[in-house]
């Protein structure tokens, strides 16, 4: 299973040379009834490759209690910051803009969760980049989790293991 899914992130990183990505939208999102409801959203803070999140973030701050990942190891575990500001976020593991502040925010509290990945299906299982970071992070969690992807990220099946933790649905972006 491993070698399956290390191969398969080799051949959508070159997918992603020549793919053309686009920003997620406040407006993506307001079609679901979870994200209305929600007081607090955690959100994947967007790097090369990623469907973009910056602008969201910014919009968002005004209107939800937003949490963002902070990497706490290079072995796959990480924590959730509350920021007030798109400017607290700073180059960190991986290039990764995250959160200088290492205040843990409880993760208990999401109510509504953006994952990005690699890829995802139309099981809503994820691909992401092997590390485990959210699958790990949203195991013991359960906020409504909404994978975000371009359409051409969104496979027929992936392959996934008892640990990938499934999304409850999956925004395509670029249909």
Do not use: W
């Amino acid at each position: 299973m491993a070698k399956d899914k290390a191969v398969l992130r080799k051949k959508i990183f070159s997918m992603r040379k020549t793919a053309q990505f686009v920003n997620l939208k406040l407006e993506d999102l307001e079609n679901y009834p979870e994200f209305i409801k929600a007081k607090t959203v955690f959100c994947y803070v967007s790097s090369k490759g990623e469907a973009g999140t910056h602008d969201l973030v910014r919009t968002l701050l005004g209107k939800k209690e937003v949490v963002v990942p902070k990497c706490i190891d290079k072995e796959g575990n990480m924590i959730c910051v509350k920021i007030n500001s798109f400017e607290e976020l700073k180059e960190g593991f991986f290039g990764i803009l995250e959160p200088e502040n290492s205040v843990e925010f409880p993760k208990d509290r999401i109510d509504f969760a953006i994952v990005p990945a690699l890829a995802f299906d139309k099981e809503f299982y994820r691909l992401g980049y092997g590390k485990g970071y959210y699958d790990r992070f949203l195991s013991d969690i359960c906020p409504f989790k909404l994978g975000v992807c371009a359409k051409e990220f969104y496979l027929e099946s992936l392959p996934h293991d008892e640990f990938d933790v499934r999304m409850d649905s999956v925004l395509v972006l670029g249909t």
